[in-house]
């Protein structure tokens, strides 16, 4: 059956906004207040923002596996060729300003958030908190803005090879 014009005009009654935007919103969230995800209460009550978490973008052993014919590491390439073209796909029907992960390493020279850092341009967040669950709470949060996906994947494929100069 047809959507009614009753069930129409009670659609086009509802909104959407910030929960930080409106002062009414803010004391509920202080009303909701129960010291069992202090992280839950700062991200309401400061600003919320739309991202694209990537869970279990991980290796199962110790190895860091190469790719074939290449210098550039297959979680890299992974990241780069297949992922974040899904991220863009999604950025042009959904906002979404943030892609992160929560990075599973217990080394002491962080070697894999290291990685991240280094060949898929995440960095620490300073400032801003996220919603942690009970089952990420060892790992350590990176993050990176949607905005320079882009440029960021650019740069990636046309220094993909080493140059044969420079060695």
Known sequence: ??????????????TCERLSSNVSNLREIEAFDNNRNENLVYVLKNQAFAGIELVHFCSNTDKVWKCPGSHQKIGAIVFWYFIVPKVLAVMKLVGCEYLFLFAADFTDDEE???YYKTAMSFSEPEGKKTLMPLYD?????????TSEL???????FDNFNPDEDAI
Not at 137 to 145: H, N, V
């Open 1 to 14: 059956m047809k959507i009614t014009e009753q069930q129409i005009a009670a659609l086009e009654s509802l």
């Open 112 to 114: 894999l958030v290291n």
């Open 137 to 145: 709470l060892s790992c350590k949060l990176l993050y990176q803005e």
């Open 150 to 156: 882009e440029r960021k994947q650019a740069y990636f």
